[in-house]
């Protein structure tokens, strides 16, 4: 019988590391704001928007394929590729617009890590967003920092996952309450959440990153070089990951007309299972989030300026690493002087990304529909038509982002 054991357990930890690209990219989209936005939607809307999950979670789908595809196609990374295509200009562009949006999350990653141990201890934020910010920096100096940064995404993801999947277990919604969901409904007053949702779940940011994570995978790995499975595997737990929290909110803080304002009334959608201790789980599935975007975040904005610059932007090149360490530090210096940052800045942070995000998508779709880079690799009809439509959505929600900020 133990061979059995040890050839399951195998299967089960080799399908993980099959799946680390999309995990990654999951840990990072899913960070305190996703979870911030995604408690706000349910406990204000009840189910009325998990619609919008469904949408967003099938375009990022299709657009981080799309990116996979590209770092599986092409020797040349993405940001090189628009180097190539249009000059240096256009991926410098590219490379610091990620970076200064990788800088405006970071802070509310930093606060997250803080608050989460602060609240569990007793103690002050400052120290914890300190410290951690250091353990984060050393990560990246580790000779095998993608397989460390790997494990720990997908330790730190599953934990997330699996308190509110029991909560829902315990205190299931019903049917009807799931089923309120599909009716494609935009109540008033939502619009700014939605936005604020889709430009972090539709994250072009995070699918634009899957094209480097695959290449790196495939140098660190060169024989899991080829697959992509994995890719869709992570933006579907991600899907699901948003669906589960929206739906806890829904059946507990919505019927009790809790609109969280703290990182303690979003623990209350843990109670019906946890109980008293429904805010310490939480705080737990919080640090988990803050650390895993506290880590990716960073990673994502260093490594794409540095590409766009022309280093390279690989792990490996201490350039890179150096960048990485500045967001972090950018993160931590702005947490420790603003503190408890409040969930609207949150919220009005990640809707800050869709003003970027319509340059990153299309450079993704161009690249992914020239058959001189991609080969037989190239958008099929339905994915060129696919895109175009992700894309107006993007364009049309920054449309309304702008005319909600500086003509209303």
């Known amino acids: 019988m133990e061979p059995k054991k040890n050839s399951a357990f195998n299967g089960i930890a080799s399908w993980l590391h099959l799946m ?3 995990l990654i990219t999951a840990a990072l989209v899913f960070g ?40 599986l196609a092409s020797p040349h990374t993405v940001l090189q590729l628009l180097a190539m ?21 970071q802070a509310g990653n930093a606060v997250g890590v803080g608050i989460a141990l602060a609240e569990l201890t007793g103690s002050e934020p400052e120290p914890w967003i300190i410290g951690f910010t250091v353990i984060s920096i050393a990560l990246l100096f580790f000779k095998s920092f993608y397989k460390v940064l790997e494990k720990l995404m997908i330790f730190l993801i599953l934990m997330m996952l699996a308190s509110f999947v029991m909560t829902l277990f315990w205190s299931p919604p019903s049917l009807q309450l799931i089923g309120k969901g599909f009716q494609f ?47 869709v595997a992570g933006i579907i737990l991600l899907g699901l990951m948003s669906s589960i929290s929206l739906l806890a909110a829904a059946n507990i803080l919505y019927p009790r007309q809790i609109n969280p304002q703290s990182a303690s009334d979003m623990g209350k959608a843990l109670e019906p ?3 008293s201790k429904a805010s310490a789980i939480f705080l737990v599935g919080l640090f988990g989030a803050g650390f895993s975007s506290l880590v990716g975040n960073a990673t994502v904005g260093g490594s794409l300026l540095s590409d766009g610059l022309g280093w390279g932007g690989q792990f490996k090149d201490t350039r890179t690493r150096l960048l990485i360490a500045a967001i972090m530090l950018i993160g931590a210096s702005v947490a420790i002087l603003f503190g408890k940052l409040p969930l609207q800045l949150i919220v009005f942070a990640q809707s800050i990304t869709i003003f970027i995000v319509p340059i990153i998508g299309l450079a993704l779709y161009l690249i992914a529909n020239d058959a001189s880079i991609m080969g037989t690799a190239k958008n099929k ?13 993007i364009l049309t929600l920054a449309a309304l982002n702008f005319k909600s900020w500086f003509l209303n």
């Open 20 to 22: 680390g690209p999309g």
């Open 32 to 71: 305190p704001s996703k979870m911030t936005i995604t408690s706000k939607l349910g406990a204000l809307y009840s189910t009325d928007l998990l619609w919008i999950v469904l949408i967003a979670t099938l375009f990022m789908i299709l657009f981080t394929s799309m990116a996979a595809r590209i770092g």
């Open 85 to 105: 295509k249009w000059g240096r200009w256009a991926s410098v562009l590219v490379g610091a617009g990620v970076f200064l949006v990788c800088s405006s999350f």
């Open 185 to 231: 409904r935009l109540p008033t007053g939502s619009q700014g959440l939605v936005i604020a949702f889709i430009a972090s779940s539709f994250s072009l940011v995070g699918a634009l990153y899957q094209a480097y994570l695959v290449q790196e995978r495939k140098r660190v790995r060169p024989d899991t070089a080829g697959q992509t499975n994995g890719t």
């Open 273 to 275: 299972l946890f109980g």
């Open 381 to 393: 009809g339905w994915q060129q038509l696919a895109g175009l439509l992700g894309l107006l959505l």
